[in-house]
């Protein structure tokens, strides 16, 4: 039974003739296994790279995809491999981010628990691209059927000669050290993630200098999120301008969108960038449970500012959405109905992030406290017309890289966004005592 909890995660796959970067083979059964990834093509963008390219020309083609990072940030993939400083003394490393913790958010536990090779393909081609011969992997600690997946795959690449020394009679050796994380939203911030794979408490460095130049034990380090890792054995397999050719000019390939909320089909689908949010939620979500409307959506996960109903057909990629006063980030698209209650839904968010909150920084540990203090007298009836601008004051002092690292400016999206688009519902549970919709609504 515990087994089929922990593989719980939607693997819904994409309606209708979209391309499928990632997800290919994600309907095949036991793809996790390697002689069953292998017979579908597994490992072969990896013999491509190895046999018939060098390390920067790899890295090359992975620029010219467009390949942005999948994590949040949406930097440019190549990109930010070429900030690594010219070989020296210190040993780069890899660490591929698996600490998937935002809420809304579940493709790369998805990708670990289906098919964690191609995570593996991903992470090794990488590392032959940046010169690296030592990567991590660390997983969150909640994913421990994902964590098994995943050191399972690597033992069967170690096996099949795919990792370890002289891979496949290149002369390009790698080790992959599979880490789990003890559970801290934190450690998804890359350079906590460095700190507590080193052994030490979970928190965010200052910056600079950045890890690209001093990260993990101090050498230069390239930190990706799964998803990016698992869409470059797509992007050799299909070419750099096969791949570019899908999405905007911008936002170029397919991502994982994470549909959850109050939708009939919750589930992953992987889209071209640029596909409109209506179309998600309609025609790959089956529009919203039990008939009713949309209210509100985040369209990046929980720190994602709320879009409201009349903004579903801003198309998903990093410039619409952000035009349109959010952020794509993780790709996780909660959708409100509309007998959500804001300010509820503003306190249940802020709550995640005040008991998240490493408290290294004041802002961010006696901000988050006193926004969920505020948002709980509201929701309770018992607030003030001056709560609302007082909310939005501690907002101001959180933001703008007043804290340490950018947990805090998430804390707050969910209030500022909430206030700007819903003011007439916090102002309804001041003069009322109640919600304007939904089981506590008082008129």
């Known amino acids: 039974m515990a087994e089929t909890i922990e593989q719980a995660a939607p693997t819904t796959l994409p309606l209708g003739p979209y391309p499928r970067i990632v997800m290919k083979d994600f309907d095949v059964p036991n793809i996790d296994q390697i002689e069953v990834y292998r017979a579908h093509g597994g490992y072969e963008s990896l013999t491509k790279a190895l046999a018939n390219s060098k390390p920067e020309e790899v890295m090359e083609e992975v620029k010219q995809s467009g390949l942005r990072g999948r994590g949040g940030a949406g930097f440019p993939t190549g990109q930010k491999w070429s900030f690594l400083p010219p070989l020296g003394a210190k040993p780069r490393y890899l660490c591929v981010n698996a600490d998937e913790s935002e ?87 890359e350079s906590a993630l460095l700190e507590s794979l080193e052994g030490k408490r979970g928190y965010p460095r200052l910056k600079p200098p950045f890890p690209a130049v001093v990260g993990l034990y101090g050498g230069p380090t390239v930190i990706n999120n799964v998803e990016t890792m698992a869409t470059v054995p797509g992007v050799l397999r299909v070419g750099a301008q096969t791949y570019a050719a899908y999405g905007t000019e911008k936002s170029k390939g397919t991502r994982i969108y ?67 006063g959010s952020m794509l980030g993780s790709g996780g698209v909660i959708v409100l109905d509309d007998q959500t209650c804001i300010v509820g839904a503003a306190l249940r968010m802020t709550e995640f992030y005040r008991d998240e909150s490493c408290g290294k920084c004041t802002p961010c540990r006696e901000g988050t406290f006193w926004l969920v203090q505020l948002l709980e007298r509201l929701e309770e009836g018992h607030g003030k017309e001056s709560d609302i601008p007082l909310l939005l004051d501690i907002c101001d002092n959180m933001v703008g890289g007043k804290c340490f690292c950018p947990l805090g400016d998430a804390a707050t999206a969910s209030i500022v966004s909430s206030i700007k688009l819903f003011r007439d519902e916090y102002i309804h549970h001041v003069r009322t005592g109640g919600c304007l919709v939904g089981p506590k609504a008082r008129s």
């Open 258 to 324: 994470c549909l959850s909320g109050h939708v009939n089909h919750p589930g992953n689908y992987e889209l071209p960038l640029g596909t409109p949010l209506r179309t998600l939620i309609e025609d790959f979500g089956g529009g919203v449970r039990l008939g009713r409307k949309v209210k509100a959506i985040t369209p990046g996960g929980s720190s994602a500012p709320f879009l409201s109903a009349d903004q579903l057909d801003t198309p998903l990629d990093y410039e619409a959405v952000a035009a349109a």
């Open 103 to 189: 809420p809304g958010t579940f493709k790369d536990r998805m990708i670990m628990e289906v098919s964690p090779h191609l995570l593996v393909e991903g992470t090794i081609i990488s590392s032959y691209a940046t010169s690296v011969h030592h990567a991590f992997i660390y997983i969150r600690g909640e994913l421990p059927f994902a964590a098994r997946q995943v050191e399972r795959a690597v033992n069967e690449a170690y096996d099949a000669g795919l990792l370890g020394k002289n891979i496949q009679g290149s002369g390009f050796d790698l080790d992959i050290t599979v880490h789990q994380g003890a559970g801290a939203y934190i450690c998804g911030e």
